[in-house]
Each structure stands twice: as structure tokens, then as C-alpha cells.
């Protein structure tokens, strides 16, 4: 009955298994591998036991709160929108081609270059939310900006091309063009206004410790992937 957690208002497995070992020596006195002493039963008390393990054996703050909250926050968008904009781009692919194509380098449904783009207009563009010609323009520079390096480094690392604006007007090296800018500064509007906040209501709408779960596990999938 002491050492039941429910009486006693414990939360620490670990401290209730060794609360548990020292109330046995306590009950049954043993001899010491070090010296040949026998262990009194009140060389340690429960309560002292209790506060020797909750200083000695509590977990060390990695990273300030508030920044492990932010972290989590960004790998949590990061999956969502690398997961709705290879919805997004494996439609229009698959209509403009007459085909099902399934987008993305990856055999997971995700765009990773759509989960960090967003990740860069929240971090860049959201300040711009009551601005809407601005955002507009600023999201062109922006993600037109991040396309290029994109194109740049997986022709790098894969050496291939995942895409080619080489035979629409005013592109740039292939990788880039004016049309697909115009389309980023729209998206980026639309996105910054309309539907981050609408993503955003609907996430806090779950539970924080199931959605902890959830992001980890796809998360692990991701990096498997």
C-alpha cells in the first residue's frame, strides 16, 4: 500500500521500481558486496529514496521548450503540405498528360519541395498576410528563388531533371520561368490567407499527444524513405 503509485500521487515508473528494491532491503537486510556489513533497515528510507531519484535521475532539458514546440510545429506543416502538394501536382501532372502520375522523387505520397516551401513562406511571408500585393510579389522572388536551387541540387545529387521549362517563353536554364512564377505568387497569396489558416484551426483541433504520435511515426517513414 505504500508504495502504490495511485495512494502516493507518482508518476515515475522508474521511481516507483526502485522505491519498490529499497523497501525490500529494508524488509530483508543483505550482506554488501563491497563490505561485509549488513544493510540496516534504516540506512534509507522511502522518502529519502524519493527525492534521491527524482535529483539525481531527471531528464536533462535538451532544448528550451519553447523551441522543441517550434520544431515540432514545422515538422508537423512540413509533412502536411509535402503530403497536399503532392496531391496538388500529382493531379495536374496526371490531367495535363492525360495519365496517372504519381510525383515526387520519393515512393512515400510527399513533395518534400512543397513541405519546405511552406515552411519558408511561413517563416518569410506570413508577416505579409494584410498585404496582399506584396506578399504577392515577394512570394514570386521567394519560392522562384528556392525552385532554382531545388532544380539546381537535384540535377547535383541525382543528375537527372525532375522538371524542364526549357520550351516555355522566358525561362531561365530550364529550371525556372516566368509563368511558373506568376503561379508561385498567387499560390503564395492564396496559401498565406486562406489556407494555412484553415490547415492551422484544423490541427489544433487534435490531440497534442496523439499528434505527437503521428508526425513521429511518419516522420521515422520520411527518413526511411
Avoid at 540496516?40 to 527525492?51: L, M, N, P, Q
Avoid at 492525360?98 to 510525383?103: A, E
Avoid at 499560390?187 to 492551422?200: A, N, Q, S, T
Wanted: hydrophobic share 50%; charged share 20%.
Amino acid at each position: 500500500h505504500t508504495l502504490n503509485p495511485r495512494t502516493q500521487g507518482m508518476e515515475s515508473t522508474a521511481t516507483t521500481t526502485i522505491l519498490t528494491i529499497t523497501a525490500f532491503f529494508r524488509l530483508h537486510p543483505v550482506k554488501s558486496m563491497a563490505k561485509d556489513k549488513m544493510f540496516s533497515k534504516t540506512a534509507i528510507t522511502v522518502d529519502a529514496a524519493a527525492k534521491i531519484i527524482n535529483k539525481k535521475n531527471k531528464a536533462p532539458q535538451i532544448l528550451p521548450p519553447a523551441m522543441e514546440a517550434k520544431i515540432f510545429e514545422i515538422l508537423t506543416y512540413f509533412i502536411i503540405y509535402s503530403f497536399l502538394g503532392w496531391i496538388m501536382e500529382s493531379i495536374v501532372r496526371s490531367v495535363s498528360e492525360k495519365k496517372i502520375i504519381n510525383t515526387g522523387f520519393l515512393k512515400g505520397p510527399v513533395c518534400p519541395i512543397y513541405g519546405i516551401g511552406a515552411i519558408i513562406m511561413l517563416l518569410f511571408l506570413e508577416r505579409y498576410q494584410n498585404k496582399p500585393i506584396l506578399l504577392f510579389f515577394i512570394a514570386i522572388i521567394v519560392l522562384t528563388t528556392w525552385e532554382y536551387l531545388v532544380g539546381v541540387l537535384l540535377e547535383k545529387i541525382f543528375h537527372t531533371k525532375y522538371w524542364d521549362y526549357s520550351e516555355q517563353k522566358f525561362n531561365f536554364q530550364g529550371r525556372i520561368c516566368l509563368v511558373n512564377s506568376i503561379c508561385w505568387g498567387i499560390l503564395g497569396v492564396i496559401f498565406v490567407k486562406y489556407i494555412h489558416p484553415f490547415v492551422k484551426d484544423l490541427v489544433f483541433k487534435v490531440d497534442i499527444r496523439l499528434l505527437h504520435y503521428i508526425i513521429s511515426i511518419i516522420a521515422i517513414v520520411l527518413l526511411a524513405d
